[in-house]
């Protein structure tokens, strides 16, 4: 249930920097990355249920919901448009903690304003 946690963190970060104004992405990626929030959106009930279940057993029934076609290709929809390897292991590797970069990055922004 430790890994639910961390995984609540996670999203939960990667959605507040989805939404910061500060970053901006191509027009043509925008429907893709709503997609993709959405998908955040969803999954945030089910890993909360996850971390604070009692027992291994509720939380490994507890089940993500079913995701559209839509949310299955956004993710390769924007490496297409962005020219980024649609190998997602090889294209991150270097970049496995970036959402705690960006985190922190934003984190001393706000402190300086």
Request: overall charge negative; aromatic content about 8%; some cysteine.
């Amino acid at each position: 249930m430790a890994a639910a946690s961390t995984r609540l963190d996670l999203t939960r970060r990667t959605l507040t920097l989805l939404d910061n104004s500060y970053y901006h992405w191509p027009s043509e990626v925008s429907e893709q990355l709503e997609t993709i929030r959405s998908s955040f959106l969803a999954e945030l009930s089910t890993l909360d249920t996850m971390a604070n279940s009692t027992d291994f057993r509720d939380a490994y029934y507890t089940t993500f919901p079913e995701a559209t076609a839509e949310q299955q290709s956004a993710g390769q929809e924007v490496r297409y448009a962005l020219g980024i390897d649609a190998d997602t292991v090889a294209s991150c590797v270097g970049h496995e903690n970036g959402v705690d970069i960006l985190t922190a990055e934003k984190e001393k922004r706000e402190a300086t304003t």
